[in-house]
């Protein structure tokens, strides 16, 4: 029968390495928890050594950029799940999905993977190498679920976890598609108009002698039209060095703080930054402490995965709090980041010991509200636009009609 090396804590906080006899690693860690110890780590013994010795299996990779995308991982986290809710060993579901996955970042790390789990290592320790595939989120939930010998249900909640946090991207980006859209055409038809209608019109106004010269309006308009034509290939960079002064802000934690902190104060953006920050910390927290991880390094791994320097520096102050010994609520509370009804239920979840399901319950309430506010924003933007371009075309016609207008009225004073 195969020997299986462990590392675990006792029923008094010691570690324990020894070694057991198991036919599987699910089997060795249900009869580890069994001796009343809580297993850490669990590893074939010998088998790496003879795996090594046999040479490292040659499969061909596809080459690849950049990391694993969210629909992708969650599809894949939601197969795991099933296949281990219905018994199938862990390198038997490992090599299923490697099959049926197109060749890309993620089968690579599975081909890895399977050879590591294959060699002895446990699958947090083979996904912790592929970080472009498997965050610190992903692998601290996954090495829980294998600690409590309860790993198809961490995939199943790490499943629904990505998959609500998918839904609400795709909300937002879908609400804000047709303003962008909008405002994207408007902003190409002004400059088409300045670059190629004003100037005609300019011709036609020289041509004449406009008593008292061009009105203010319609000057105004000339020498815009003139800059646009002066500097269009200028146009095109504004928006890409924007973007360059941004991702130089976000290179750093103060940039990145400054910038978050900067729109969390704008009115109904802001509210938005802010409701899904906090509704991914308590998302992110709940499913970390529902799947066993000690709170400590839950809430080390959620300043690492929220997102929000803001956010992020507010938990760094909640865990240096809580390891002398103060709960969570307080130095939530102090923080003034989020509001006081999450700290209410953090507080009730603390006393009631249901944190988890608490923070739960304020991550579903805090989607919806986002959703709500993103519908609001959108409704906001409409008229605005509306206005905006309403407002735009008529000073253009105005400006341009203006000097026509003081034609007509000088030829008619002649006669």
């Known amino acids: 029968m195969p020997v299986f090396q462990y590392e675990a804590m006792d029923a008094k906080g010691q570690e324990v390495r020894a070694e057991i006899?198991?036919?599987?690693?699910?089997?060795?860690?249900?009869?580890?928890?069994?001796?009343?110890?809580?297993?850490?780590?669990?590893?074939?013994?010998?088998?790496?050594?003879?795996?090594?010795?046999?040479?490292?299996?040659?499969?061909?990779?596809?080459?690849?950029?950049?990391?694993?995308?969210?629909?992708?991982?969650?599809?894949?986290?939601?197969?795991?799940?099933?296949?281990?809710?219905?018994?199938?060993?862990?390198?038997?579901?490992?090599?299923?999905?490697?099959?049926?996955?197109?060749?890309?970042?993620?089968?690579?790390?599975?081909?890895?993977?399977?050879?590591?789990?294959?060699?002895?290592?446990?699958?947090?320790?083979?996904?912790?190498?592929?970080?472009?595939?498997?965050?610190?989120?992903?692998?601290?939930?996954?090495?829980?679920?294998?600690?409590?010998?309860?790993?198809?249900?961490?995939?199943?909640?790490?499943?629904?976890?990505?998959?609500?946090?998918?839904?609400?991207?795709?909300?937002?980006?879908?609400?804000?598609?047709?303003?962008?859209?909008?405002?994207?055409?408007?902003?190409?038809?002004?400059?088409?108009?300045?670059?190629?209608?004003?100037?005609?019109?300019?011709?036609?106004?020289?041509?004449f002698d406009i008593p008292e010269g061009l009105p203010v309006p319609t000057q105004v308009l000339i020498d815009v039209s003139e800059t646009v034509g002066r500097f269009w290939y200028v146009l095109p960079s504004i928006p890409f060095g924007i973007w360059v002064i941004f991702r130089f802000m976000k290179a750093s934690k103060g940039g990145r703080y400054a910038i978050e902190w900067m729109m969390m104060q704008l009115p109904i953006m802001g509210s938005i930054v802010n409701r899904q920050a906090i509704a991914r910390f308590a998302r992110t927290l709940g499913v970390l402490i529902a799947s066993g991880v000690p709170i400590l390094e839950a809430l080390n791994i959620t300043r690492q995965t929220v997102g929000n320097e803001v956010v992020s520096r507010a938990l760094g102050q909640v865990h240096d709090s809580i390891r002398e010994g103060e709960s969570i609520a307080g130095p939530l509370r102090a923080s003034g980041v989020v509001d006081p009804i999450v700290v209410n239920m953090v507080d009730v979840g603390e006393e009631t010991g249901e944190l988890d399901k608490m923070l739960i319950k304020v991550a579903d309430t805090y989607d919806e509200e986002v959703d709500h506010l993103v519908g609001s924003l959108v409704s906001a933007l409409e008229p605005v636009m509306i206005i905006f371009l309403g407002g735009t075309i008529g000073f253009i016609v105005i400006a341009l009609f203006l000097p026509l207008v003081k034609l007509i009225q000088s030829v008619g004073s002649r006669k």
Not at 36 to 50: D, E, I, Y
Not at 69 to 92: N, V, W, Y
Not at 108 to 130: C, F, P, R, W, Y
């Open 21 to 207: 006899e198991a036919t599987s690693q699910e089997e060795a860690i249900t009869k580890i928890r069994a001796l009343g110890h809580f297993p850490t780590q669990v590893r074939s013994k010998g088998k790496r050594a003879a795996v090594a010795a046999a040479g490292p299996k040659k499969k061909g990779k596809a080459f690849t950029i950049g990391r694993v995308g969210g629909k992708q991982l969650t599809q894949f986290t939601r197969q795991m799940s099933t296949l281990q809710d219905a018994g199938l060993p862990i390198l038997r579901s490992l090599r299923i999905l490697e099959d049926q996955t197109k060749p890309g970042v993620l089968k690579n790390a599975l081909q890895d993977i399977v050879e590591d789990v294959e060699a002895g290592s446990t699958l947090s320790e083979a996904m912790e190498k592929h970080p472009k595939a498997f965050d610190n989120l992903y692998v601290h939930t996954v090495r829980a679920g294998e600690a409590g010998g309860v790993l198809d249900q961490i995939l199943r909640k790490l499943a629904e976890f990505m998959e609500k946090s998918m839904a609400l991207k795709r909300g937002i980006v879908g609400a804000m598609v047709y303003p962008v859209m909008v405002i994207t055409v408007a902003v190409i038809i002004l400059i088409a108009i300045m670059f190629f209608i004003v100037p005609k019109f300019k011709e036609i106004f020289e041509k």
